[in-house]
């Protein structure tokens, strides 16, 4: 998932505008971008809530995460803390 807003295979990726991030991690169907802030930015495939945005709705571009969004407060979520 590149959050560039579409599923489809692309052979240039087109860059999403982020700033601060200080780190970025890829699951199997979505990804996790971790801003200088604290705040988590998550985007990608959300069919079991996966992404802590609080719905199941696939993200196409990055959304911020609302469980546990302090750094270091992510573990209840989900998914794994990045």
Do not use: E, F
């Not at 990608?44 to 993200?59: E, K, M, P, V």
């Amino acid at each position: 998932m590149l959050g560039g807003g579409t599923l489809r295979a692309v052979a240039d990726a087109a860059l999403v505008p982020l700033s601060d991030i200080v780190m970025v991690k890829a699951g199997i169907s979505y990804s996790l971008a971790l801003k200088s802030d604290g705040t988590v930015l998550a985007w990608g495939d959300n069919s079991a809530g996966q992404l802590g945005d609080g719905t199941s709705d696939t993200r196409l571009t990055p959304v911020y995460v609302t469980c546990g969004a302090a750094a270091g407060d992510v573990n209840h979520c989900h998914w794994m803390a990045i």
